[in-house]
Nanobody, 118 residues
Framework: QVQLVESGGGLVQPGGSLRLSCEAS????????MGWYRQAPGKQRELVASITSGGSTNYADSVKGRFTISRDKNKMYLQMNSLKAEDTAVYFCNAKRAAGFPGPDDYWGQGSLVTVSP
């Protein structure tokens, strides 16, 4: 099993910055790609950014040029700059199970609330 613990959410003004962190523990050899998802009130959860074990990244169009995902061993980060009100959401850390390992396909963190407001 893998546990994901997030930190770094909070309240920020429009145009400001926040950095989310996610630390994986447990059987971390069993995970492959990691990513950040978010869910705004009344909306479905959506992929924000992902990063493979090799470092390849992918971003939602809405955050390209503003957010940067990075990964260092068992830790993953999301640097969020030029934040907008529409970035307000609960952000979830995600890890994908690598092929050939037991366990669920996805592991999730507990969620971190990011609120962008004047």
């Amino acid at each position: 099993q893998v546990q994901l613990v997030e930190s770094g959410g909070g309240l920020v003004q429009p145009g400001g910055s926040l950095r989310l962190s996610c630390e994986a523990s447990g059987y971390i050899l069993s995970i492959n790609a990691m990513g950040w998802y978010r869910q705004a009130p009344g909306k479905q959860r959506e992929l924000v950014a992902s990063i493979t074990s090799g470092g390849s990244t992918n971003y939602a169009d809405s955050v390209k040029g503003r957010f940067t995902i990075s990964r260092d061993k068992n830790k993953m980060y999301l640097q969020m700059n030029s934040l907008k009100a529409e970035d307000t959401a609960v952000y979830f850390c995600n890890a994908k199970r690598a092929a050939g390992f037991p366990g669920p396909d996805d592991y999730w963190g507990q969620g971190s609330l990011v609120t962008v407001s004047p």
